[in-house]
């Protein structure tokens, strides 16, 4: 099915998709191999978990940004819904299913069916304004995902399942748990998380997305994106097409919510802040909108980065905050922007 | 009477983050961009006022007029170098670069000042006027906020309705390749309305940091937000709904706290912004353009 897609596409788009999969593939081998034969630090170990999760949110922020063409500014909203879904029905799952990839991916689908809840829920309202405005609000929402989960309670005991808002009202019986318990977040997390596990969700999403974006659907998306008027006038359902997108990339975010989660043994809402959503939003406008790769490599890049720049201390945010600016201004200068494109040995003819 | 004070104390917050808004929205109506580091730029005036209070002995409003001035530069600067090279280029590669230029403010802000959070002492003492036979009381910093922000709106009114730079401005906004033609020199004014936006976050954070008188260096982030909030409730490009926008934010969040609860003051108020943007969704004095086919 798979290869027939690839067959039907243009030639560039099909050896983009296929450049895509196997750069993950290697660097998921090179990472592995380095990992199990000791050459990586136990830092960079510990980051390879949420360069996986980061690289999903890349990608499906890059759905909304690049392909459908709407500013999102509470990506992070949704991570943290799967998140926190994601890891409370695990910690339910913890005694019935033993399996630990298995629990995890179950978390993980449990992450991906709220977040997708809540993203159709609030594309209902978001979806109908436009630019600045839909950014505004998604960045409304996510503050506001941000609040309540700041303030929510929720445990089991022998009753079933209680929850509560604001204060903790759930009056657990002997022997329950309280799972989440408000600005306290979770605590106890198993780290069921691993690097392969994070593997297959990046690729999955990649399947996901570029799948999408080569359908019917997809071609929609960028239609709305380049003329919205045109578009509607050919009879494209503009409000189903962008619910779509919003839905799908919800959805993987919830995913790697989940994932992200539980590589750590306590997670709080506030992690999930305003600051998340312009990090991720940095991945997908330095890896370039609409490049899956770039999206991809700005992530690890990026989250790698600061790490890297530990030996600067106190310097290191504000080295990156340089970096930041003066990518934005070189990759925006024509002087540079040509110098590069001469250097690129894969250019093609036409744009020559 | 306490719904009075919790009033007039919405009303003060208000007041501050309409000083704010109105930089994000004069900024916004005329270079189209949003100026993610305005919030860091109270920050820095907040610091600079600070400094020139307690460690100089400064007159608290020789402190602002300093941080003021060198709030202008800064907001010049910034725009001169970050932003300006970017005036061709994607509206997002322009966000990115403010949102870099907002880390850049904050973690310099860091290493020149700490992390230490500082007690920032009222620039017009902690004193109070008593009405109502003591039943209400108002701070004198209230007072103080209220009379500068409705002076500021006065002026800005007359400043961009009256003059020949406020003329220039409002060209400008509505085109710029109209505006150049007419001979006006678009790169200076942008440059002004940057120098103008930066000047009121002095004085705002003068203000905020008299009335809460924590200072670090992520002071500026969250008032930033929400006076960005606020400028689009009052439909962003707009100057009276900067003011107005400010004031009911103002109002509704310390309600919210008062009235609902204090950790969903901020959920309140940004769930007030979605159903206003859902009934106009052009905020509430913005005006809606109508797409031509």
Redesign the interface.
Known sequence: MTMKRLINLKRTEARRIFITYSAVVIAYVIFQVMSSSGFLSSSMRGMLVPICAYMVMAVSLNLV?GISGE?SLGHAGFMSIGAFSGVASAILMQSTITNAPVRLALAMIVGAIFAAIAGFLIGI?VL???G??L???T???G??IK??L??FYFGVDAQGLHFSM?TDTTRLLKGGRLIIRG?MGISGIMKIATFPMGFILVMISLMVVFNLVNSRSGRAFMAIRDDR?AAESIGLDITKYKMMAFVTSAALAGAAGALFAMNYSTIVANKFD?NTS?LI??FV??GG?GNMLGSIIAAAALTVLPEKLRGFS??R??L???I??VT??G???AEIREFFTKLNPFRRKEEA | MTFLNFFISGISLGSIYAIIALGYTMVYGIAKMLNFAHGDVIMVGAYVCFYAVSRYNLNPFLGVIIAMFLCTVLGILVERFAYKPLRQAPSLAVLITAIGMSYFLQNTALLLWSSNPKVFPSIIGRGSFKLFDGNLSVSHITVLTISVCIVIMIVLSLFIGKTKLGKAMRACSEDKGAAQLMGINVNATISMTFAIGSGLAAIAGALLCSAYPTLMPTTGALPGIKAFTAAVFGGIGSIPGAFLGGLMLGVIEIFAKAYISSQLSDAVVFAVLIIVLLVKPAGLLGKSIQEKV
């Open positions: 940004v500013l309202p109908r304004l436009k600045d405005y950014a505004i609000v960045l409304a929402f503050e506001i609040s309540i700041n303030n604001l600005p008027i305003f312009i939003l940095v406008v330095l909108q106190d310097y945010m504000l990156y905050a340089i930041l600016i934005m201004l990759t925006n200068n």
